[in-house]
Each structure stands twice: as C-alpha cells, then as structure tokens.
C-alpha cells in the first residue's frame, strides 16, 4: 500500500512564497515518477509540475519560472518550491506517484494566496 503526506500549505500574500512537500511510503521505489497537481474551486484538477526519478521535470505554463520542483529520493520526497504566488494559485495542492500503470494521491494541502 502506498501513502502520500502533504505539508507546507497554508495563507500568504500575493507575491510571497511557499514550500510545498510530500513524503511517500509503502511499496514504492525511487524509479517513479512524482508530481504536484492542483484544483481550484469549481474547476478540473490540473498538473501543475512533475518530476522523473532522474529529474527530468514538466511546468505547466502558468508556473514556469516561478515553482520549481524538486525529489529527494533517499527520503522518497518530493518538493514543490513557490515563488511570486498569485491569488489564482489559489487552491488545493495534491502529490502523485506514478507506479506501473497506477496513480497514487495524497490527501491534498490548501494554498490561498491572498491580493
């Protein structure tokens, strides 16, 4: 069984920042894929950033140049580093681990980027 645990979400003010984090555990192997998706209110969950198990990475365009994620993989974690916020970054942020043919969800954690 897999698990995923969010952390890091929270209020700030637009322009500011936050650090995002996800710790995986079970049967999992550093080999995966990770990524950070999101969803707003009234709106479809979008990928916001992945990463490969050798760090290759993939932004949505609304984030380039402002998130940066990132993996450890020895604590099977991975990171989500968010500069500049805006309100529209206003939502909840959900952790994914691909396995096979299988995706893995973590609980999610709020995001509100007041103006």
């Known amino acids: 069984q897999v698990q995923l645990v969010e952390s890091g979400g929270g209020l700030v003010q637009s322009g500011g920042s936050l650090r995002l984090s996800c710790v995986a555990s079970?049967?999992?192997?550093?080999?995966?894929?990770m990524g950070w998706h999101r969803q707003a209110p009234g709106k479809q969950r979008e990928l916001v950033a992945a990463?490969?198990?050798?760090?290759?990475?993939n932004y949505a365009n609304s984030v380039k140049g402002r998130f940066t994620i990132s993996r450890d993989n020895a604590k099977n974690t991975v990171y989500l580093q968010m500069t500049s916020l805006k309100p529209e970054d206003t939502a909840v942020y959900y952790c994914?681990?691909?396995?096979?043919?299988?995706?893995?969800w973590g609980q999610g954690t709020l995001v509100t980027v007041s103006s």
């Open positions: 990463i490969t198990s050798g760090g290759s990475t």
């Open positions: 079970g049967s999992i192997f550093s080999g995966n894929t």
């Open positions: 994914k681990i691909m396995i096979g043919p299988a995706n893995y």
